[in-house]
């Protein structure tokens, strides 16, 4: 059987694929693109949760396509958002290589609003308990000028910037270094590991980033392939960038810069899915060292086949996810409200396909409430939805695999023009 591998520093894309019939549409578009190496096995420990799959589901569906499809180039398997050692051992276990450690628990969103006198009792804590010890952080940091890059001026940080740091990231970075202890124990010492904080509320700076990859690397934090920060503007699910472009550029170029002077690691740009209008950006300034995660677009796509083939059961479908938003959208940010998602026309035909699979009130109502679809929906007759869809999905799998094969050309190669 077909068996993820570590990719290295090779240039990647992450597939997510929550109902486990999507490899097939993946692998047809990245075929058509042999500068990215792929990523056909991916979830987080919060998508299992939510669809009730175990990683070794995800593990063989992906690898059964790849079998049936006679794929033998090298392909990898992400066990993303990961937040304990149990979440470690649990994907290790099913083959997983590549670890995705999430430490956004222990990241204070506070640090950017505290006063002086609350940064150093906080990093005075943080000492007392040992966060530091043996460590001459005040000479490291505060003596140096680091010349991430000829296009920008040196970094340095001073005081209050260096406390800000500590008190935002400090706690992070520990618990990154614990965590990269389990993966090395789980995986034999092949895993590769990607830390992310992108699922945080402020903005990562680039001087954070600096001091965060120069505690992941003084921690000994092994095999680090790729970082996420938090970038400005909104990466919203499923829908494009939102935000200022220029900004965003200008700040990538500096966190690219601090990936290549403190690793080579990639820069990882989580909730990749539908963010064309970046996507030429990030192409550009980030080349061969970029990491792309995408799961709820492929999950929308085959919800277009239903709505094509299945319309009685895709209005049924819309119908419950406007009951459950409600609930479904508390652990999300995203600008569709419940006053929009009511202004929605009911779901009758082709007409309202783009309301509800191209528009973002639409699109963001079905990404949020795909657990509760896939796992608690059910239709009129007491039939899960999860088991129509698939028996759709299975019955339409060439209609399935163009349009994904479609979408993904569309990601691919916008990445490629910059
Ligand atoms: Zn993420």
Known sequence: MSAPVPLGLKKSFG???RLGLATPGHLAAVRQFPDFAPIFAQQSIREMTRTRRTPGEVMTAAQAALDAAGFTGAWGADGDHQKTAEDVVAVAGAGFCFFTIDPSAHVNNAADSLDEAALRAEVARQEAEGLYAGFGWRDYYLDRVFSVSTRFAPLRFDEESLLRAMVKYGRATAHAEMM???IAKASGGRGEIEVSVDETDSPTSPLEHLFFALELQRRGVPNLVSLAPRFVGEF??????????AEFERLLHAHAAIARFTGPYKISIHSGSDKFSAYPVIGRVCGERLHVKTAGTSYLEALRVVARVKPGLFSAIAGYCRGRFDTDRASYHISATPARVAALPAFRGPSEEGVYLDELVGRQLLHVTF???????ADAQGRPFKEAILEV???NAPLHAELLERHFVKHLSLLQAG
């Open 180 to 182: 990269g202890q389990a």
């Open 236 to 245: 919203e699910k499923g829908v494009d960038y939102r935000g200022d472009l």
């Open 371 to 377: 657990g509760s679809v896939l796992t608690l929906g």
């Open 393 to 395: 999905l299975n019955a």
């Open 15 to 17: 597939f997510g694929d």
